[in-house]
């Protein structure tokens, strides 16, 4: 509707103004009515009063004194007959009486034109009554009309001044609307100074975080995507070297060490986009973690025979000790988790090696472990291995390419919970999970 | 031998999956929508289907969804890029038997493809063949030469669904669910007993053995 907010509050000041000062105007009009006119009250009978002294001094004529009035607030009127007077005020006989010797105020069915009683002030004087009344002029001169004139020129001012003051609200609005838009287009080093500790400088203070932290995530962003796309170059110029030389190639051991070669860069590209998409879908799924109640140790078994023919190749035996165990979390991630930690434990170990897996609850935590019998690594990679894209010795691993256990460590910290790992190089690893 | 359709829009991805299949001797059809494969399964027989999701015309879930409506229920195979739990959950509710997320090991592939076909056979025939013992569905026997033996319900489809994938191992609630139902007050108890009670029947003169593996469940193998 209106587009300025200066014109909003402009009209709105105006609105309460007016409507306060008319409020007030008509409830002091109604309340204080009779002492108003009880002070008119006084004049009128001054008037009345040096009237009929004036007149029964003689020298002056009726007509003279009524025209003495004529352009004040109050007029003098001459009635010569009860008839008239009567006529002109609908006056009893009793009342005429009363004015007999002095002046006497009564508030008469004369009525201005506001339909409101107005005192006459009425004495007699000789054959004659004197009357004196307000005038139009008189009504006009009131304090009523004073007082709204002043209320006009009070709204003008304050209006002016509220112009004024608005822009303590609307300047910073402004600056704040401004510095969104460049956010939206994708500036995100944009400032707002603050110097201020109400409403509107809170929020100011708020923006200046948000954008902080939209900066700090586009750096995050931009060297994630560079360090991916050197991932996938590695493998890729191998898979093209390679590829050549097998088009050349007579010799038929070299040319099934370059298809393994081949083969196995292969697979790791395919396992490096997989983990992408996760880890784009797990940083989208940190704003509202979808949770449901589920067996823990089923889950862990699931994931085992998942990759029952990985460990069956290699005769591996398994010690498994699982406690029944219901969780409330992501279950799909959470699976993804197992997942990574038990395929790491697989390929890391030898021939017919050991691995055990234990899930318990103590207390209100769950504790997982996982224990291989493999290669173990150095206090140097136990240090570094949730890193992304950190694997290790390049040579051991074949088809890592370091972001799984990143990716783990991600999951747990969206649900509150803790990994750890000891090592020995050539004994064992063990990773412990505490949710 | 058993003919397969591959609908897949990319052609190099069915060429792929019909030289690995041509290699364990299955017959190839092909087709490169969900529309035109609901027209070459007009002209012919297909056992079974493996399809991707994203494709013109007609997609994968739509294709399930049309072949389950008219009666079809040729096992399906989803071979497609789309691997969120939902995708899969989908494809699943909506009848396919099973579900791979490309890139695909094609040896993966063949494997599976041969597990669903004998499934299919095992379902429509409804009966398990091992050397001299047939398993029958319908009267809940085991028949050897020697003798029939009738078992109780539960044994019996506890012992059909271990001999129906020989060597695949089953977790305890897996078999409760799929046996007793997943509403049932059953426990995983109930299974080592109906276990138990099944090796006491068929001791070490039968062709197949029910194996524990320690911490995970149990697997039928056959033996050789």
């Known amino acids: ?435 | 031998m058993a003919n397969i359709l591959l609908v897949d829009d990319n052609e190099k991805i069915r060429k792929l999956m019909e030289i690995y299949l041509k290699r364990d001797g299955y017959n190839i059809l092909h087709a490169e929508n969900g529309k035109a494969a609901l027209d070459v399964l007009d002209a012919a027989i297909a056992d079974l289907i493996i399809a991707d999701i994203m494709m013109p015309e007609m997609d994968g879930y739509e294709l399930i969804r049309s072949l389950r409506n008219a009666g079809f229920d040729t096992p399906v195979l989803m071979v497609t890029a789309r691997d969120t739990f939902p995708d899969k959950k989908m494809g699943f509710d909506l009848g396919a038997d099973d579900y791979m997320t490309k890139p695909v090991d094609m040896d993966e592939l063949v494997l599976r493809v041969k597990a669903l076909l004998r499934r299919s056979k095992i379902s429509s025939e409804k009966q398990i063949l091992l050397g001299n013992i047939i398993l029958d569905y319908d009267s809940l026997e085991v028949r050897t030469p020697e003798e029939n033996i009738e078992l109780p319900k539960k044994e019996f489809y506890l012992l059909y669904k271990l001999l129906s994938y020989p060597k695949k191992i089953f977790t305890r609630q897996e078999l409760m669910d799929e046996i007793w139902g997943l509403d049932s007050e059953a426990d995983e108890r109930t299974v080592d007993v109906h276990i138990r009670r099944l090796r006491e029947k068929f001791g070490a003169s039968s062709e197949f053995d029910i194996i524990t593996i320690r911490g995970l469940g149990y697997k039928g193998v056959i033996r050789a």
């Open chain 1, 1 to 435: 509707m209106i587009k300025k907010i200066y014109i909003k509050l402009i009209l709105i000041f105006t609105v309460i103004f007016f409507a306060g000062n008319v409020t007030a105007f008509v409830i002091a009009y109604n309340t204080t009515e009779k002492n108003l006119l009880g002070g008119l009250a006084d004049m009128l009978s001054g008037v009345t009063a040096d009237s009929k002294a004036v007149y029964e001094q003689g020298g002056s004529k009726a007509e003279t004194i009524e025209k003495l009035y004529s352009s004040g607030m109050i007029a003098v009127k001459f009635y010569k007959t009860t008839a008239e007077l009567k006529k002109a005020y609908d006056l009893t006989d009793e009342e005429l009486l009363s004015a007999e010797n002095k002046p006497v105020i009564m508030v008469v069915r004369a009525v201005d034109k506001h339909g409101k009683k107005l005192p006459i002030c009425i004495v007699k004087s000789g054959k004659q009554y004197i009357v004196a009344v307000i005038t139009p002029k008189g009504l006009l001169l009131d304090i009523r009309v004073l007082t709204f004139r002043v209320s006009v020129l009070s709204l003008l001012i304050g209006s002016l001044l509220m112009l004024i003051a608005s822009r303590i609200i609307v300047k910073p609005v402004r600056k704040l609307s401004a510095a969104t838009e460049k956010i939206a287009k994708g500036d995100f080093n944009i400032r707002i100074h603050n110097n201020r500790r109400d409403e509107i400088g809170q929020l100011i203070k708020n923006f200046n975080i948000m954008a902080g932290e939209l900066a700090g995530m586009e750096m995050l962003r931009n060297n994630f995507i560079s360090d991916i796309s050197h991932e996938f170059k590695t493998p890729l110029t191998s898979i093209e070297g390679y590829t050549k030389l097998l088009r050349d190639c007579k010799n038929d051991t070299e040319r099934n060490e370059y298809i393994d070669i081949i083969t196995e860069e292969t697979k790791r590209l395919s396992a490096l986009s997989g983990n992408i998409l996760l880890l784009n879908r797990i940083e989208n799924e940190n704003i509202a973690l979808a949770k449901s109640a589920f067996r823990l140790d089923e889950q862990i078994r699931q994931v085992i025979l998942f990759h029952e023919n990985k460990w069956s190749n290699k005769q591996i035996e398994l010690q498994l000790d699982l406690e029944e165990t219901v969780y409330e979390g992501n279950e799909q991630l959470l699976y993804q988790v197992w997942l990574n930690l038990f395929d790491n434990a697989v390929k890391f170990s030898g021939t017919k090696g050991l691995i055990e897996v234990r899930l318990k609850k103590k207390d209100s935590k769950t504790i997982f472990t996982i224990t291989d019998y493999g290669s173990g690594m150095t206090q140097e990679e136990q240090k570094r291995i949730f890193e992304k894209f950190f694997t290790g010795d390049r040579s051991r691993s074949t088809e890592g390419n370091g972001l799984g256990l990143s990716i783990v460590k991600r999951i747990l910290d969206m649900h509150s919970g803790t990994i750890e790992v000891i090592s020995r190089p050539g004994e064992f690893t063990k990773l412990t999970v505490n949710l």
